[in-house]
Structures are given as structure tokens and as C-alpha cells.
């Protein structure tokens, strides 16, 4: 009888051991998914801005791949492949940023051409007053 209780105790032991370590996986599954989840919406915001900037003008490579990669990311989630899908949100976030910097730096460079050129006009009418 001592060795049955003995046995018992031990069975109930790894039963609760196992138990605890399903709870874990469960929890850290998760965890990783609400990551993930929050990594796509950062990535949908500054796909959102980017888009929003003006980036589908001055830089609309960068914006598609920016758009290619936060599908891939959504795919991934919904596939609950939740390291990829955080993975390409992150890629999705970087390159929506570098869209939105790029159609920035663009649209400083068309003003500054314009300056450049009214200056020019300015300089060629002072030029032909001065004779």
C-alpha cells in the first residue's frame, strides 16, 4: 500500500508539473501574439502616415514594399505564425518610415528647385535692368 500512495503522489506531481508547463506555453503563446498584434498596428500607423505624407507621390517603391511586407505580416498573423508576422511588421514599420522620410526629403528638394529657380529669374531680371 506504502508504494501505491508513493506512486500516486509521484503521478500527481508530474501531472501538475505538466500541467503548469502547458499554462506557460500557453501564456507565452500569447504573449507573442498580443506582440505581434500590437507590431501590426504600429506598422499599419506609419503605413497609415506615410501614405497620408504624401509618400504615394514622391516615393511610391518604398511605400509598395512598405504595403508588400504589413500584407505579409497580416498573413503570417493570421496564419498564428506570430514570430514571422512580428518580424515583417517590423520591416513594414522601418520601410513606411523610410517612405514617408524619402517623399519628405523630396518635397524639400522640389521647394528648394523652385527657389533655386526663382532666384535665377531674379538675378537675370536684375541683370537685364542693370544694362
Request: glycine letters at 6%; a positive charge.
Amino acid at each position: 500500500m506504502d508504494g501505491k500512495k508513493r506512486r500516486i503522489q509521484q503521478l500527481s506531481v508530474v501531472v501538475t508539473v505538466i500541467g503548469l508547463l502547458f499554462a506557460v506555453g500557453c501564456a507565452a503563446s500569447k504573449t507573442t501574439a498580443q506582440l505581434s498584434g500590437a507590431k501590426i498596428f504600429r506598422a499599419d500607423k506609419a503605413f497609415s502616415a506615410a501614405k497620408d505624407g504624401k509618400a504615394a507621390l514622391n516615393a511610391k517603391e518604398a511605400l509598395a514594399v512598405a504595403a508588400g511586407k504589413l500584407a505579409s505580416a497580416k498573413d503570417a498573423f493570421a496564419k498564428q505564425n506570430f514570430d514571422e508576422a512580428a518580424n515583417l511588421a517590423e520591416q513594414a514599420s522601418v520601410d513606411a518610415e523610410y517612405a514617408q522620410a524619402k517623399a519628405t526629403t523630396q518635397k524639400s528638394l522640389n521647394i528648394a528647385e523652385g527657389i533655386r529657380k526663382n532666384n535665377d529669374a531674379l538675378r537675370q531680371e536684375i541683370q537685364r535692368m542693370s544694362y
